[in-house]
């Protein structure tokens, strides 16, 4: 039987929050046996849980809210803590976001690492699915299908882009070297309506791979040629981290994002005839 796990000691990144563009402090610390993954805006002095049933707004990555408070762009952080299975882990913002970094989830892994990863005295539960759930919206579409291991894959068709398809069977190493160092990518088209809308302020060369109409601008940062493919399953392992304990499942999604994946989730626990509890 699996131990839940959490950090060994807390550890601290400073940067620039995405869509806010302020500079974030972010101290990711050692949390008790079975309290999950919380952030606490200490701005605010609220604490949010990072669960499904908390997601507002999924426009442009997934925010959590409680009351007045919220937190954005929790979804590579939150894939990051899945890829090191953490289940117990206090998040301190003194912004509205955690700090983009490098626009994937490798900077937050070997900031996690580097804490160090600490046995709590309890088990770890897994959420198996037994039933297909599906969730559509469009052409966009998500499903979690019973299979006996983790896995994701992922299938989308952008312009400029065109097609890519990609499978990833769920290990911490496979995650590490195949998804976590995918980055986020956005069209340079979008990005003046974005900044007018005070959103992806923080976006720059140096964290996001940026698109115009003949390709990727900044080339030389790019890490995959199916780049793009692999941080929408990042995306995908993030969201579904708000399921608040590991999932034992096949998710395959097309063209989907934030949104299908949390309608996807709130489908799930919608019938306790979907999922049964199991040691992870
Ligand atoms: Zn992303």
């Known amino acids: 039987m699996p131990p839940r796990h959490t950090l060994a000691h807390p550890v601290t990144a400073t940067g620039t929050a995405l869509h806010a563009g302020v500079q974030v402090t972010m101290t990711c610390a050692p949390a008790a046996s079975g309290s999950g993954i919380v952030f606490r805006r200490a701005d605010l002095n609220a604490d949010i849980a990072a669960l499904y049933s908390h997601v507002g707004e999924t426009r442009l990555g997934t925010v959590l809210e409680s009351g007045s408070a919220k937190v954005g762009v929790v979804e590579h ?103 976590a160092p995918a980055r986020t990518f956005g069209f340079l088209s979008e990005l003046e309506a974005l900044n007018k809308m005070n959103l992806a302020k923080g976006a720059s060369l140096a964290n996001t791979l940026a698109l115009d109409a003949t390709g990727v601008v900044n080339r030389q940062t790019q890490r995959f040629a199916d780049e793009f493919v692999r941080h929408k399953i990042l995306d995908a392992i993030g969201d579904m981290a708000l399921a608040g304990a590991p999932l034992i499942a096949r998710f395959e999604g097309r063209k989907s994002g934030h949104a299908t994946n949390n309608a996807l989730l709130r489908a799930l626990f919608s019938d306790p005839a979907n999922y049964r509890l199991t040691q992870a």
């Open 77 to 179: 952080l939150m894939a990051a803590t899945a890829g090191l299975e953490i289940d117990d882990m206090l998040v301190t913002l003194d912004g509205p976001e955690p700090p983009i970094l490098d626009g994937d989830a490798l900077s937050y892994l070997i900031l996690l690492e580097s804490a160090g990863m600490a046995e709590q005295g309890e088990a770890r539960t897994a959420i198996q699915v037994v039933r297909p759930v599906t969730v559509e919206s469009g052409d966009a579409k998500a499903s979690l299908l019973p299979d006996d291991r983790l896995s994701y894959s992922y299938e989308l068709s952008f312009p400029v882009i065109g097609e890519q398809f990609y499978q990833f069977a769920f290990t911490r190493a496979g995650f590490k070297a195949e998804i």
